[in-house]
T-cell receptor, first 114, second 111 residues
Framework: GAGVSQSPSNKVTEKGKDVELRCDPI?????LYWYRQSLGQGLEFLIY????????KSGLPSDRFSAERTGGSVSTLTIQRTQQEDSAVYLC????????????FGSGTRLTVV | EDQVTQSPEALRLQEGESSSLNCSYT??????LFWYRQDPGKGPEFLFT???AGEEKEKERLKATLTKKESFLHITAPKPEDSATYLC????????????FGQGTTLQVKP
C-alpha cells in the first residue's frame, strides 16, 4: 500500500483481556518497528524486525507483550492480560532496510484499558 | 545511557516570529539524529536526518543543525500550518534500527 496501515485505529478493552494490534507495512520494506506513546510521554521503543533476523525485543516491557511478523510483511503485537498502564497509542513504522531512521509511521492504534 | 532532552516543552509564536527548538543528546556513538513532525491523532512524519557535527538540512521554513551535543530546529517566519509537535530522536551506532526519542516540543503558531 501507499503507507503503513494499522488496525484497529481505536480499541477499548477490559482489564485482563488479551488484545491484538495489526500493522501492514509499506510493500518491500524489510524493517518494521513497534513503538508506544503514552500521554505526555515520548515514543518508547518496543520491538524491531529486520528481514529474517531474530527480532530485537529489548523494549518489550513485560512478558505479557509479544509480537510476530509473518512472511516478512504483516506484524501483530499481542498484549495478554491487559492492565490500565498499557493504555497508550501503539505506533508501527517501517523502513526500506534496518539502520535507517527515516521511518514511515502509521497513524497508530489508541488502546484504552478500562 | 542514551538520552534525548528537548526544550522547550511548548512554544507559542506569532505568525512570522522566528525561533528555535533545542534537542540535547547523549549517546554512545551517534549514528544519526532525526527530526519528525507529529500532528494530533497521526503518526510522526519524517523531516530530516543529520549524521555529523556541522551538518545542516533545510526544508521550506525549517532548518536543522547539529553539533556534538545538540541539534537545533530553526523555524523561520512560521505559519499557522507549522503548528505541531516536533520530535527529535537519536540512533546509536551500537543499535541498528532503534531510535531514542525526546519528549517533543509542541509548537503553536497564531495568525
Amino acid at each position: 500500500g501507499a503507507g503503513v496501515s494499522q488496525s484497529p485505529s481505536n480499541k477499548v478493552t477490559e482489564k485482563g483481556k488479551d488484545v491484538e494490534l495489526r500493522c501492514d507495512p509499506i510493500s518491500g520494506h524489510t524493517a518494521l518497528y513497534w513503538y508506544r506513546q503514552s500521554l505526555g510521554q515520548g515514543l518508547e521503543f518496543l520491538i524491531y524486525f529486520q528481514g529474517n533476523s531474530a527480532p530485537d525485543k529489548s523494549g518489550l516491557p513485560s512478558d505479557r507483550f509479544s509480537a510476530e511478523r509473518t512472511g516478512g510483511s504483516v506484524s501483530t503485537l499481542t498484549i495478554q492480560r491487559t492492565q490500565q498502564e498499557d493504555s497508550a497509542v501503539y505506533l508501527c513504522a517501517s523502513s526500506p532496510s534496518g539502520g535507517s531512521g527515516g521511518y514511515t509511521f502509521g497513524s497508530g492504534t489508541r488502546l484504552t484499558v478500562v | 545511557e542514551d538520552q534525548v532532552t528537548q526544550s522547550p516543552e511548548a512554544l507559542r509564536l506569532q505568525e512570522g516570529e522566528s525561533s528555535s527548538l533545542n534537542c540535547s543528546y547523549t549517546v554512545s556513538g551517534l549514528r544519526g539524529l532525526f527530526w519528525y513532525r507529529q500532528d494530533p491523532g497521526k503518526g510522526p512524519e519524517f523531516l530530516f536526518t543529520l549524521y555529523s557535527a556541522g551538518e545542516e538540512k533545510e526544508k521550506e521554513r525549517l532548518k536543522a543543525t547539529l553539533t556534538k551535543k545538540e541539534s537545533f530546529l530553526h523555524i523561520t517566519a512560521p505559519k499557522p500550518e507549522d503548528s505541531a509537535t516536533y520530535l527529535c530522536a537519536v540512533q546509536a551506532s551500537s543499535n541498528t534500527g532503534k531510535l531514542i526519542f525526546g519528549q517533543g516540543t509542541t509548537l503553536q503558531v497564531k495568525p
